[in-house]
């Protein structure tokens, strides 16, 4: 027999199997007037099992009755412990396996202030230990943006608060806008569409800052922005992120996460652009200031080459007295060394006259050569050898006849 089929009892009573009781309870609890039912409560006795399974009591204190909740770890948006008070959503269904009717939660609320505020802390501390709130992480923004992106609602004052403050300020920007509910079921998922939809650009389209803005209000109207998967999407932007929410005593954490954070809507056009006489003074002083510094530099160049020209005339002046002094030396050693050098040209040409082999030879002297050697010894020659005659007044050539004397010469 089929588990869910019925059969007749011995006094004509239905019998069901245990599946079959179970799945009619879950076909009757299928039928409820909603298919998702809020239900509010405290939570306790909550655990997390293997990194997936959420299970926690939902109690109602002055009734003194207990739900049983189970939903999985995806499922939860909000940080939960034991004492917050909450409004699941969901339905209810018996786990045949374990027999025991749950309410499966599809989602979670917080509810009321100190539920809120709570949570708030709690996922604060853990995002700060996670180095989400880390100054060094922190990226600057452009000087001079051209292109901005703007996320919050076209409903909000802080658009038309933001945009005017940031013409007046600068404008002649690109402000690419995307409308985003900031509270409500629609706010986060809206939100961390226009993260993505921005961080997608190719790098040309990107825009130079992403602006996060609304209005103040209390923790509940804040909810979006301090939503964990907000919080993740301006922590991973590959934009500088830019947040103001709230008033001045307003904080988020989207405010912790982003790279700069502003007190208000308006404050964040101010972070982002400078004012318009404030960069024309800014370039009057620097105008100013370069001007002085080249002036500076002019007079420091002038002094440098005024130096510079009145050494070279202190080292051409020593110079040329210098020359003088040697010229003036060189002058007064001429007059004694000329006549002694005269004297010494004199007596040296004496010498070398007395010396000189022609002056020997007009005295009626010779010089004999053979084959262009000296002869000093007559026995040096043959008979019948040429040999070179030089006289004091020119050269001529003879014929050795005899030798010593005995012989008669030929002159050729």
């Known amino acids: 027999m089929h588990p869910f089929e019925q059969e007749k009892g011995s006094e004509g009573m239905r019998v069901m199997r245990v599946a079959a009781y179970l799945s009619l309870l879950n076909d009757a609890l299928r039928v409820l007037p909603s298919e998702e039912i809020a239900v509010e409560g405290e939570v306790s006795d909550f655990r997390i099992a293997q990194s997936k399974w959420v299970s926690f009591d939902l109690k109602d204190e002055e009734a003194e009755a207990v739900l049983k909740c189970f939903m999985t770890v995806w499922q939860l948006a909000v940080p939960v412990e034991d004492g917050l ?222 130096r510079t020209a009145a050494m070279m005339a202190f080292v051409l002046d020593r110079q040329k007295r210098r020359l003088e002094t040697l010229s003036q030396w060189f002058s007064a050693r001429t007059e004694t060394w000329v006549p002694r050098l005269r004297e010494r040209l004199d007596a040296h040409e004496r010498v070398l006259k007395n010396v000189d082999p022609k002056r020997i030879l007009s005295r009626g002297y010779g010089i004999v050569t053979a084959r262009g050697r000296l002869v000093r010894d007559a026995s040096a020659l043959e008979g019948g050898q040429e040999v070179a005659v030089q006289l004091g007044q020119g050269t001529f050539d003879a014929e050795v006849l005899r030798i010593n004397g005995k012989g008669r010469q030929k002159l050729i």
């Open 85 to 306: 008070r909450v409004r699941v959503h969901g339905c209810p269904k018996v786990y045949e396996r374990f027999g025991t009717l749950k309410f499966n939660v599809t989602r979670i609320e917080l509810v009321g202030e100190g539920a809120l505020r709570r949570a708030y802390e709690l996922l604060k501390r853990r995002l700060e230990k996670e180095g989400f709130f880390d100054a060094s992480r922190k990226r600057p923004l452009p000087r001079f943006p051209e292109r901005i992106g703007l996320i919050t609602s076209r409903d909000a004052a802080a658009y038309g608060d933001f945009l005017r403050i940031l013409n007046d300020r600068w404008g002649g920007l690109e402000v690419d806008f995307t409308h985003v509910h900031v509270q409500g079921r629609e706010a986060v998922p809206e939100i961390l569409g226009a993260f993505a939809h921005f961080n997608a650009l190719s790098a040309p389209e990107r825009p130079d800052a992403l602006v996060l803005i609304r209005g103040g209000g209390g923790l509940e109207d804040l909810h979006a922005f301090n939503d964990e998967r907000v919080a993740r999407a301006v922590f991973q932007s590959k934009i500088p992120v830019v947040c103001g929410v709230g008033h001045e005593r307003d904080e988020s954490l989207c405010d912790f996460v982003a790279d700069v954070r502003a007190s208000t809507p308006s404050n964040a056009a101010e972070r982002l652009v400078p004012r318009r006489d404030d960069v024309g003074f800014e370039v009057g002083m620097l105008c100013r200031h370069m001007e002085e510094r080249l002036s500076e530099e002019v007079d420091r160049r002038r002094r440098l080459i005024e």
